[in-house]
T-cell receptor, first 115, second 113 residues
Framework: TQLLEQSPQFLSIQEGENLTVYCNSSSVFSSLQWYRQEPGEGPVLLVTVVTGGEVKKLKRLTFQFGDARKDSSLHITAAQPGDTGLYLCAGAPEDSGAGSYQLTFGKGTKLSVIP | DVKVTQSSRYLVKRTGEKVFLECVQDMDHENMFWYRQDPGLGLRLIYFSYDVKMKEKGDIPEGYSVSREKKERFSLILESASTNQTSMYLC????????????FGDGTRLSIL
C-alpha cells in the first residue's frame, strides 16, 4: 500500500506570511496532484505535476515535484485569507494494473490565514 | 462546466436502515468513485467503477455496496446503517487514467443515530 504523509497537519499564520506544505512518500508516483477543499465543498484540483523536478506556479502558489517523484511541496507566498482551506496531495501509482485507477490521498494540511 | 451532483447535502438516518446516496455527473466520464472523509483519517476509497455495471472494491468496502446502471449515475448503498458509518461522503468522477483530474461533488454529511 502506498502512503503519502503530509506535514504539517495544521497551520495557522498571519496574512502576508509565507508557508510551505510537504507531501512525502517512500513510493514513486507517476504524477502528483494538489487539491484545495473549502468548508462545505468537495476538493478542487489546483495542479498536476508529472515530471521529476517539475515546478509549476499558480499565481502565489508554487508546486514542486521531487526529482525521484516520491515527494512534493506547495509554497504559498504572501498568504491571503482566501487561501484558507484543506490542502490535499494525491499520488497516481506507477503500475498500469487495476490499481492504476486509484489515487492515494494524503490526510491533508488544514491552513488558516488570519487577517 | 464540469458538474458532479450529490443528491443530499445532509442526511440523518437510524441504525439498521438501508441508505442510498446518489451521485450524477454530466461529463460523460467513465470512472466514478465513492470516498468517505473523516477527521484525522483523510479520504478513503470505498468503491469505484470504471464502466457501466462494473465495480471494484476500494480500501474500505465493508458494509457498503454500489450500483452503476447508467454511465452518469453511481449510487452508494449502506445495506444496514451503523453509527460508525457517520461521515462525510464524497463522490468523484474522472475521464481517463489516474493522472487526470478528479472532479468531486460537494459531499453528503451522513449521520446515523
Amino acid at each position: 500500500t502506498q502512503l503519502l504523509e503530509q506535514s504539517p497537519q495544521f497551520l495557522s499564520i498571519q496574512e502576508g506570511e509565507n508557508l510551505t506544505v510537504y507531501c512525502n512518500s517512500s513510493s514513486v508516483f507517476s504524477s502528483l496532484q494538489w487539491y484545495r477543499q473549502e468548508p462545505g465543498e468537495g476538493p478542487v484540483l489546483l495542479v498536476t505535476v508529472v515530471t521529476g523536478g517539475e515546478v509549476k506556479k499558480l499565481k502565489r502558489l508554487t508546486f514542486q515535484f521531487g526529482d525521484a517523484r516520491k515527494d512534493s511541496s506547495l509554497h504559498i507566498t504572501a498568504a491571503q485569507p482566501g487561501d484558507t482551506g484543506l490542502y490535499l496531495c494525491a499520488g497516481a501509482p506507477e503500475d498500469s494494473g487495476a490499481g492504476s485507477y486509484q489515487l492515494t490521498f494524503g490526510k491533508g494540511t488544514k491552513l488558516s490565514v488570519i487577517p | 462546466d464540469v458538474k458532479v451532483t450529490q443528491s443530499s447535502r445532509y442526511l440523518v438516518k437510524r441504525t439498521g436502515e438501508k441508505v442510498f446516496l446518489e451521485c450524477v455527473q454530466d461529463m460523460d466520464h467513465e470512472n466514478m468513485f465513492w470516498y468517505r472523509q473523516d477527521p484525522g483519517l483523510g479520504l478513503r476509497l470505498i468503491y469505484f467503477s470504471y464502466d457501466v455495471k462494473m465495480k471494484e472494491k476500494g480500501d474500505i468496502p465493508e458494509g457498503y455496496s454500489v450500483s452503476r446502471e447508467k454511465k452518469e449515475r453511481f449510487s452508494l448503498i449502506l445495506e444496514s446503517a451503523s453509527t460508525n458509518q457517520t461521515s462525510m461522503y464524497l463522490c468523484a468522477s474522472r475521464k481517463g487514467g489516474s493522472n487526470q483530474p478528479q472532479h468531486f461533488g460537494d459531499g453528503t454529511r451522513l449521520s446515523i443515530l
